[in-house]
């Protein structure tokens, strides 16, 4: 599977994951490193996304963000961003 750097240690801070549309083996090493990684996922679609997770056995926290409930997450983003 992926070998992790030393170098790869993930910095604080606000990671953009490209995920498959349709063929789910589709996703990066790098891209599940950094999705297993993080404090909180933001997602369109949180159906879509929870398929991807399961089938990575990934259990981040997922939160739907789309253009009707972005600017009510943005503030909780941002706070989130800066107590790293």
């Known amino acids: 599977m992926y070998n992790l750097e030393?170098?790869?240690i993930l910095?604080?801070?606000?990671?953009?994951?490209?995920?498959p549309i349709g063929n789910?083996?589709?996703i990066s090493f790098r891209g599940i490193?950094?999705?297993n990684k993080s404090d909180l996922i933001?997602?369109?679609?949180?159906?879509?996304?929870s398929k991807l997770l399961s089938k990575f056995n990934i259990k981040t926290k997922l939160l739907s963000n789309h253009k009707f409930n972005e600017k009510k997450?943005?503030?909780?983003?941002?706070?989130l961003l800066k107590k790293k």
């Open 33 to 35: 490193y950094i999705l």
């Open 73 to 79: 997450n943005v503030n909780n983003v941002l706070n």
């Open 24 to 26: 789910l083996g589709d």
């Open 11 to 19: 910095k604080p801070g606000l990671y953009c994951v490209s995920t």
């Open 42 to 49: 933001l997602s369109e679609d949180t159906r879509v996304s």
């Open 6 to 8: 030393l170098n790869d």
